[in-house]
Nanobody, 123 residues
Framework: HVQLVESGGGSAQTGGSLTLSCAASGMTYTDYCMAWFRRAPGQTREGVAAISGDGLIDYADSVKGRFTISRDNAKNFVVLQMNNLKPEDTAMYYC??????????????????WGQGTQVTVS
């Protein structure tokens, strides 16, 4: 019923920018948290950024000051703007939705719904 679809992944040069978007469908609640996670090859999945229904935001230290998360509740649309990209940002990026805890968090177990992922490669 709930579907999250990411787009915007691709290749970028070091110092460049990419914009990821997540379109959510099948979600009628507006007081939910949305988040972006990423997983590099051979690594565990880590939280990147999260935003609550009220606009409260949490960022991982590794992306703070470089990435920006935003949402349009009317459209159920979440965006991750990634600037000043580094090779270590290379990973599969996933969109996630909570629907239960309206507090932004970067712990994977908080989230119940996940997108298919979109690849970001920085070199």
């Amino acid at each position: 019923h709930v579907q999250l679809v990411e787009s915007g992944g691709g290749s970028a040069q070091t110092g460049g920018s990419l914009t990821l978007s997540c379109a959510a469908s099948g979600m009628t609640y507006t007081d939910y948290c949305m988040a972006w996670f990423r997983r590099a090859p051979g690594q565990t999945r880590e939280g990147v950024a999260a935003i609550s229904g009220d606009g409260l935001i949490d960022y991982a230290d590794s992306v703070k000051g470089r990435f920006t998360i935003s949402r349009d509740n009317a459209k159920n649309f979440v965006v991750l703007q990634m600037n000043n990209l580094k090779p270590e940002d290379t990973a599969m990026y996933y969109c996630a939705a909570d629907l239960v805890t309206d507090v932004p968090g970067l712990v994977e177990s908080q989230y119940y719904y996940w997108g298919q992922g979109t690849q970001v490669t920085v070199s």
